[in-house]
């Protein structure tokens, strides 16, 4: 869940958003290191003005100077390329809904069950147990550890489907649809946002998503 004293990720609850952060945290620390190491040479450089008249050059050095860098380049490559094709991977879905967005809230439409459509509005009375503005009057209940299909579309402008803590987003087009696909490895209530510029109340349509084990997610659809 989202905090305002939150400076990393959110907790991840799909296993693509766990690949993600990884990398994440990989790569920040192949960035510091490189960052740490090029700072201190210019501090010693600008602190101390010593020189070696008889050095002239060093093959060892410019090799080694000339290769790490390549090494380092694909230490982050070959890792991102991964992640990318696990991100792209298509499987078949155990569940697939369809999500509309309008201005400003959204529609939804279990494709399995064909009598479960909803639209789901920010919530006006806002708990103080939940983020502001994230809280929806609906939500979108979704077992664990099944393979969801997202299908996004919208009927009037652009508008984006996002959940950070499940490391999806896909834009919602008129007229186009765009997928997403992803797995729930935890039960929780998850929240996200419309992430693009769709309007004056672009900010008021949240997305309110609850995962529950399959024995709750069938007494959910059966009560409905």
Not at 32 to 56: E, K, P
Not at 152 to 181: C, E, F, Y
């Amino acid at each position: 869940m989202p905090t305002w004293s939150a400076v990393f990720f959110q907790d991840s609850s799909s296993p693509f958003m766990e690949q993600l952060t990884y990398f994440h945290d990989f790569t920040m620390a192949v960035l510091t290191l490189i960052t740490t190491l090029v700072g201190t040479s210019l501090v010693f450089i600008s602190a101390y003005d010593l020189s070696n008249r008889y050095l002239l050059q060093d093959q060892m050095i410019e090799m080694i100077w000339t290769v790490s860098p390549v090494i380092i380049l694909l230490s982050i490559a070959l890792p991102s390329l991964q992640v990318l094709y696990l991100l792209d991977d298509p499987f078949n879905p155990s569940l697939s809904i369809k999500t509309i967005g309008h201005q400003w809230y959204w529609s939804y439409e279990y494709s399995d069950f064909p009598e479960i459509e909803f639209d789901s509005y920010m919530d006006s009375d806002q708990p103080n147990d939940l983020p502001r503005l994230l809280n929806a009057d609906n939500s979108v209940v979704l077992p664990t550890n099944t393979q969801v299909r997202v299908i996004a579309t919208a009927a009037d402008v652009i508008h984006a489907w996002t959940v950070p803590s499940l490391g999806v987003k896909a834009d919602a087009v008129p007229g186009r649809l765009n997928q997403l696909m992803f797995l729930l490895s935890r039960p929780g209530m998850f929240f996200g946002q419309c992430s693009e510029i769709c309007g004056a109340n672009h900010s008021f349509m949240p997305i309110k998503l609850e995962s529950c084990p399959m024995v709750n997610f069938i007494s959910w659809i059966s009560s409905r």
